[in-house]
T-cell receptor, first 116, second 109 residues
Framework: DTAVSQTPKYLVTQMGNDKSIKCEQN?????MYWYKQDSKKFLKIMFS???????INETVPNRFSPKSPDKAHLNLHINSLELGDSAVYFC???????????????FGEGSRLTVL | GQNIDQPTEMTATEGAIVQINCTYQ??????LFWYQQHAGEAPTFLSY??LDGLEEKGRFSSFLSRSKGYSYLLLKELQMKDSASYLC??????????WGAGTKLIIKP
């Protein structure tokens, strides 16, 4: 069974459209994250959720909104897509909350978003 | 500011040893992580160091010097499947991971 799964894996869309990426983890972890990896390969955290509460928001544009119906799911909705949003988006989870220093992350396979 | 530096690319020969260096500057420090990322795949955890010294795990070892803000990942008996990007990440005082851009390791036969 896949530990962290996200869909779709590939997404090609036009500027101005709205799209969502879904993520689910079956590890029983308390914290889930969304990361953006751009063409320069930097991993940048966008959001993290701990027990359905947003605990980090790294000043991403309001067009990005995370939604967590329960602690096993963290979806990412993007409004009015722009060219600069093209990247690979990774969902991840970790067992403890952000206060645990071991903090090993388990990543999903990534969703490659291309905005035309 | 917070910063992680690691070489962009390295090349090594199958069967050899390679050391990937990482220097970090973060607001506080709660540990240093190494992740491996194959092209088109998700990063996977390799190691975590929070105390000075060398941690060995099979063919891979990771070293940390907190006073120098320095870590390295040592890969022995290189195999072709070790061709990947290796990401260094430091956990700051808020337990947030600050990531380097990764070192692309190319293994030649």
């Amino acid at each position: 069974d896949t530990a962290v799964s996200q869909t779709p894996k590939y997404l090609v869309t036009q500027m101005g459209n709205d799209k969502s990426i879904k993520c689910e983890q079956n590890l029983g972890h308390d914290t889930m994250y969304w990361y953006k990896q751009d063409s320069k390969k930097f991993l940048k955290i966008m959001f993290s959720y701990n027990n359905k509460e947003l605990i980090i928001n790294e000043t991403v544009p309001n067009r990005f909104s995370p939604k967590s119906p329960d602690k096993a799911h963290l979806n990412l909705h993007i409004n009015s897509l722009e060219l600069g949003d093209s990247a690979v988006y990774f969902c991840a989870s970790s067992r403890p909350g952000s206060g645990d220093p071991t903090g090993e992350l388990f990543f999903g396979e990534g969703s490659r978003l291309t905005v035309l | 500011g917070q910063n992680i530096d690691q070489p962009t690319e390295m090349t090594a020969t199958e069967g050899a040893i390679v050391q990937i260096n990482c220097t970090y500057q973060t607001s506080g420090f709660n540990g240093l992580f190494w992740y491996q990322q194959h092209a088109g795949e998700a990063p996977t955890f390799l190691s975590y160091n929070v105390l000075d010294g060398l941690e060995e795990k099979g063919r891979f070892s990771s070293f940390l010097s907190r006073s120098k803000g320095y870590s390295y990942l040592l890969l022995k008996e290189l195999q072709m499947k070790d061709s990947a990007s290796y990401l260094c990440a430091s956990m700051d005082s808020n337990y947030q991971l600050i990531w380097g851009a990764g070192t692309k390791l190319i293994i030649k036969p």
